[in-house]
C-alpha cells in the first residue's frame, strides 16, 4: 500500500501533464533536435515538419502540435569531390 500512493501520484501527474507536453511548437521541437545533432557531429542531413499522415516510411524523431505534424530525419547524400 505504502508503494500505490506514489505510484497512482506519478501516473496522475504523467496523464495531467501529457497534454500540455505534446503542445510543443514544430519549430522550437525542430530547433532543439537539430542542436543535438550538431552536438553529436552529425553532418549531411535535413528535418522536416509534415503533416502526421505524410510521414511515410521516413525516419520520425518528433511530433508537434498536439501530434498533428512531425519531425522527419533524413541523411543527405555526401558529394564525391572531383578527381
Not at 501527474?13 to 522550437?28: G, I, S, Y
Not at 515538419?49 to 510521414?55: E, G, L, P, Q, S
Amino acid at each position: 500500500m505504502k508503494t500505490l500512493k506514489p505510484t497512482l501520484l506519478f501516473l496522475m501527474f504523467t496523464f495531467a501533464a501529457a497534454p500540455v507536453l505534446a503542445r510543443k511548437d514544430c519549430a522550437e521541437l525542430k530547433a532543439e533536435i537539430d542542436a543535438k545533432l550538431q552536438e553529436k557531429k552529425v553532418a549531411h542531413y535535413s528535418l522536416e515538419v509534415v503533416k502526421a499522415d505524410k510521414a511515410g516510411d521516413a525516419k520520425v524523431v518528433g511530433s508537434c502540435d498536439a501530434g498533428t505534424k512531425k519531425i522527419i530525419y533524413s541523411r543527405e547524400k555526401k558529394e564525391k569531390p572531383a578527381s
